[in-house]
């Protein structure tokens, strides 16, 4: 059950009509019912002054300044948003709605059963704080809900600092069949903190039936049981996404018990051209049939389906010897697939179920790649086509003639001494140069601007001429190089970028 707010209850015990299927009523719904004229009201049912402008429809969505309206925004959680402009902490009513402060020190208050859409239009809301474990609440983030039909699209959470207990992600706790989430990113921690009963937290879903395409988290989920980095659990689709760790040794995922992976904990649904990169670590575990895995901890379901994605870092889950641990996925159970898709990196286990492809593999396994030392499969009962590869094998031009079953004319592009990439993952050239831009160092910093194959000072200059590019001002995460504000690339970058390639380092 959804809690409900004392506004909710006090409108649901009004006798006008205007009622939702939930139970609550709509002010324009009110509106309609009393003919749609009131004093400090307009025509279509706005309270004057409870948004910067806009009617809620469709047309015309209601636009947001202020951290005030968008916590108003549960009070019309059917119709439609936009931000007008960044929030963050020096926006008029952070420490009310959104600090460590606000709500007795809960931090946000999380928006129930939204059915509208929200569209950022690329602005970022900067600095939001939840932390709900002591009051039981589930589904936590943003918004506790999206129900059927409702849509996120254009959305940066930047600094985002989420705990909860069940169901937590920096966008939602609880994604429904039939929501969606496009072009959104999340920069930040997100935890499910509660240790018996702490399950499904992912970067940018708890639990997800939701599609999410074209959107990213770039940081470190913790937890227990269902860890991912986009989602805890998946039984919708994630698209054209990705997944990347932050800091010390880069780590993604630091989780305590089952069903790990650098997208997906668990995944009963479609993955479909993502990658991971960090470090998905399972190793505080102490349980038995522990899963942990690059992209999905648990690959299950005839509906489960990895496909032209991969993952890069290290998987550990070095305190279960009984675990399964795989590159890609640590279970790859009857009638789930995994098809063209390559992992390379390290795996650490202490058990005999570990493989750089899967720890169990009861399913299909067909077109994958892997980098040698370790064993494709801690043990195969199912169907499997996979190569073992040498590094330098699936490096720039030699993946073409080496990792032949990957389509690079439509999906897969290679990079200058490194693995190849989704061609969906890069970004267009900038200004007049022909090539995109490429990270050589695979830090998540795209360091070679002008796409030549070299990260040079000539790279520094590309940066600092165009940097009101449309492609960099449209993805300022690529080229945050100074580490401090992911929405806007700035001569501090530029100079870190400087000293960067003087240095020859990757940092």
Same mark, same amino acid.
């Given at each position: 059950m959804t809690r409900q707010t004392d506004a909710e209850t006090n409108q649901n015990s009004n006798p006008v009509g205007g009622a939702t299927d939930r139970g609550h009523l709509s002010r324009r719904g009110t509106l309609a019912a009393i003919g749609g004229v009131a004093v400090g009201l307009t025509a279509v049912g706005v309270v004057s002054g409870d948004f910067a402008d806009g009617d809620g429809s469709e047309?015309?969505?209601?636009?947001?300044?202020?951290?005030?309206?968008?916590?108003?925004?549960?009070?019309?959680?059917?119709?439609?948003?936009?931000?007008?402009?960044? %929030?963050?902490?020096?926006?008029?009513?952070?420490?009310?709605?959104?600090?460590?402060?606000?709500?007795?020190?809960?931090?946000?208050?999380?928006?129930?059963?939204?059915?509208?859409?929200?569209?950022?239009?690329?602005?970022?809301?900067?600095?939001?704080?939840?932390?709900?474990?002591?009051?039981g609440d589930d589904n936590i983030g943003l918004f506790e809900e999206l129900e059927p039909g409702a849509?996120?699209?254009? %959305?940066? %959470?930047?600094?985002?600092?989420?705990?909860?207990?069940?169901?937590?992600?920096?966008?939602?706790?609880?994604a429904s069949t039939g929501s969606e989430i496009t072009n959104c990113g999340v920069h930040g921690e997100v935890e499910a903190a509660d240790d018996d009963n702490a399950v499904y937290s992912g970067g940018l879903v708890g639990d997800n039936s939701a599609s999410i395409t074209d959107s990213y988290f770039r940081g470190i989920v913790r937890g227990w049981f269902w860890v991912g980095g986009l989602a805890g659990n998946n039984e919708?689709?994630?698209?054209?996404?990705?997944?990347?760790?932050?800091?010390?040794?880069?780590?993604?995922?630091?989780? /305590?018990?089952?069903?790990?992976?650098?997208?997906?904990?668990?995944?009963?649904?479609t993955i479909e051209?993502?990658?991971?990169?960090?470090?998905?670590?399972?190793?505080?575990?102490?349980?038995?049939?522990?899963?942990?895995?690059?992209?999905?901890?648990?690959?299950?379901?005839?509906?489960?389906?990895?496909?032209?994605?991969?993952?890069?870092?290290?998987?550990?889950?070095?305190? /279960?010897? /009984?675990?399964?641990?795989?590159? %890609?996925?640590?279970?790859?159970?009857?009638?789930?697939?995994?098809?063209?898709?390559?992992?390379?990196?390290?795996?650490?286990?202490?058990?005999?179920?570990?493989?750089?492809?899967?720890?169990?593999?009861?399913?299909?396994?067909?077109?994958?790649?892997?980098?040698?030392?370790?064993?494709?499969?801690?043990?195969? /009962?199912?169907?499997?086509?996979?190569?073992?590869?040498?590094?330098?094998?699936?490096?720039?031009?030699?993946?073409?003639?080496?990792?032949?079953t990957l389509d690079f004319a439509e999906t897969w592009a290679t990079v200058t001494a490194n693995p190849p990439t989704l061609q969906v993952h890069q970004l267009d050239p900038i200004g007049p140069f022909d090539s995109p831009p490429q990270d050589l160092t695979n830090n998540g910093y795209l360091n070679d601007v002008n796409g030549d194959g070299e990260a040079t000072v000539v790279d520094v200059q590309a940066l600092d001429q165009h940097r009101d590019d449309e492609v960099v001002t449209d993805n300022p995460e690529w080229f945050a190089f100074a580490r401090e504000d992911p929405t806007e690339v700035s001569q501090d970058d530029v100079e870190a970028l400087f000293e960067q390639v003087s240095a020859g380092g990757d940092n």
């Open positions: 047309g015309s969505p209601y636009q947001i300044e202020t951290w005030e309206q968008l916590d108003t925004v549960r009070d019309y959680r059917d119709d439609h948003f936009e931000l007008a402009a960044d %929030l963050n902490e020096g926006t008029a009513g952070y420490d009310t709605h959104a600090s460590e402060n606000a709500n007795d020190d809960e931090g946000w208050n999380p928006i129930p059963n939204f059915e509208g859409s929200l569209d950022g239009q690329g602005y970022a809301i900067s600095g939001l704080y939840i932390e709900r474990t002591g009051t849509e996120v699209r254009n %959305l940066r %959470l930047v600094d985002a600092d989420v705990t909860g207990n069940t169901r937590v992600g920096a966008l939602v706790g609880d919708g689709k994630i698209v054209r996404s990705y997944a990347r760790g932050t800091g010390v040794e880069d780590m993604l995922i630091a989780a /305590d018990r089952s069903e790990i992976g650098g997208i997906a904990g668990e995944n009963e649904g051209e993502c990658y991971a990169v960090g470090r998905v670590d399972g190793s505080e575990s102490g349980i038995t049939n522990n899963a942990v895995g690059g992209i999905a901890g648990k690959n299950s379901g005839e509906e489960a389906i990895v496909t032209n994605s991969y993952a890069r870092g290290f998987v550990n889950n070095a305190s /279960d010897p /009984d675990g399964y641990l795989g590159g %890609l996925v640590g279970e790859n159970l009857e009638d789930a697939t995994v098809e063209r898709s390559y992992f390379e990196g390290d795996i650490g286990g202490s058990g005999d179920m570990e493989g750089k492809v899967a720890g169990l593999n009861e399913g299909d396994v067909e077109d994958v790649y892997y980098v040698s030392d370790n064993g494709a499969f801690g043990e195969d /009962d199912g169907t499997a086509d996979v190569t073992d590869l040498h590094p330098d094998e699936i490096e720039g031009d030699a993946a073409t003639d080496n990792m032949t």
